[in-house]
């Protein structure tokens, strides 16, 4: 199967798994994994911060950040289409009580002014608004980057309102890589920031959570009691430190390969519109008398392509590491079949 689904569908490679051997291990969980210990701090200076923290996952980062930066009955702000709106399981609710107020970017980049309309005022009749989310890049609006210009501004008016940030860097990487500016500069205004390993750096399980040393001590805490805290974990960070080295600059491949497909996908009649492609996600829109995306990914499915249905006639179509060119045309000739019925009957 050729997996276009998600960039978490990398499988490690040989040479990441040869990390492993070698690596160093002790007790995580008293901070004395030694491996854990040099990704954590390769992480920090990454990112600008002062301190970090391994997590088993990034919904765990984003859960830590939430709960460490409010109280029951606050609200936090995030796009309509953000990961911890929509594929958290509900834990913002559930872990830290909170009320989630959505904005509408347009491509998931929202702007200084939406953030001041969302911010509540003070009064004790509304919840207090504590926390201001950002994804960078934004997943399910395609992949855009947050110009970091932006970024600055929407972080601003949160601080002056004493609001605190927290960026789903999640792709974060990629974002720095496609604008060509420094992650630190990217995260430099958010309190909270952190990395996944397991998107298009390949690797199998891991997410580094950045902060202040003050927030990340909280975090420690918080991992105790999210049952995150773990043992010999250098098992995975050695893996996240591989690919650190090897697999960050290679991204620009995922971007230009995702371009190809976006302009390709974009001519086919039977698409109504692909969101901008920026990075390593083509999402595109299916015209009403096309097949629905369900059909759509079946169809593909039979054809050995697997991408997403997002939404009745919305495609996802992710690129990374373990897909190529070739698999690129294969995903082409496999989605102008399942769509040769409209095809034949436009030209008709
Ligand atoms: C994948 C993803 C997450 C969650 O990360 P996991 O490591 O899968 O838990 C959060 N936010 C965004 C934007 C993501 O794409």
Not at 90 to 119: K, Y
Not at 313 to 326: C, F, Y
Request: a negative charge; proline letters at 5%; hydrophobic letters at 45%.
């Amino acid at each position: 199967m050729i997996d276009f689904y998600s960039d978490t569908s990398t499988r490690p490679s040989r040479a990441m798994r040869e990390a492993v051997l070698d690596c160093e291990v002790g007790d995580e969980q008293t901070d004395e994994d030694p491996t854990t210990r040099a990704l954590c701090e390769r992480v920090a200076a990454l990112l600008g911060k002062e301190a970090a923290i391994f997590l088993p996952s990034g919904t765990m980062c984003n859960e830590i950040a939430i709960r460490l930066h409010t109280q029951p009955g606050d609200e936090i702000i995030c796009d309509h289409l953000a990961h911890i709106v929509n594929y958290e399981a509900g834990a913002p609710a559930a872990f830290s009580g909170v009320m989630i107020r959505t904005v509408q970017g347009p491509d998931g980049v929202f702007s200084p002014e939406q953030v001041a309309e969302a911010i509540r005022p003070d009064s004790r009749y509304m919840p207090r608004t504590a926390l201001l989310c950002v994804e960078q890049t934004a997943n399910f609006s395609g992949g855009t980057v947050w110009p970091p210009e932006m970024l600055d501004a929407v972080a601003k008016v949160a601080k002056d309102a004493g609001v605190a940030t927290h960026m789903d860097g999640a792709r974060l990487l990629n974002a720095a890589v496609k604008s060509g500016i420094p992650a630190a500069r990217h995260a430099r205004d958010f309190d909270t920031v952190w990395i996944d390993f397991t998107k298009g750096l390949g690797a199998p399980i891991g997410a580094v959570l950045t902060g202040s040393k003050a927030d990340i001590d909280k975090a420690w805490r918080l991992k105790q009691r999210f049952g995150g805290a773990m043992r010999q974990s250098g098992i995975a960070a050695s893996m996240c430190l591989y690919a650190l080295d090897h697999n960050v600059d290679r991204l620009a491949e995922d971007h230009d390969l995702a371009a190809w497909l976006g302009q390709r996908i974009g001519a086919l009649d039977a698409v109504a519109q692909v969101l901008p492609v920026e990075t390593n996600i083509v999402i595109f829109d299916l015209k009403p008398d096309a097949p629905t995306a369900a059909e759509i990914v079946e169809a593909l499915r039979a054809r050995g392509v697997q991408v997403g249905a997002f939404g009745a006639r919305r495609i996802r179509v992710v690129t990374h590491l373990d897909v190529d060119q070739a698999a690129a045309e294969t995903l082409m000739a496999a989605l102008r079949l399942a769509l040769a019925p409209v095809t034949a009957g436009a030209s008709a």
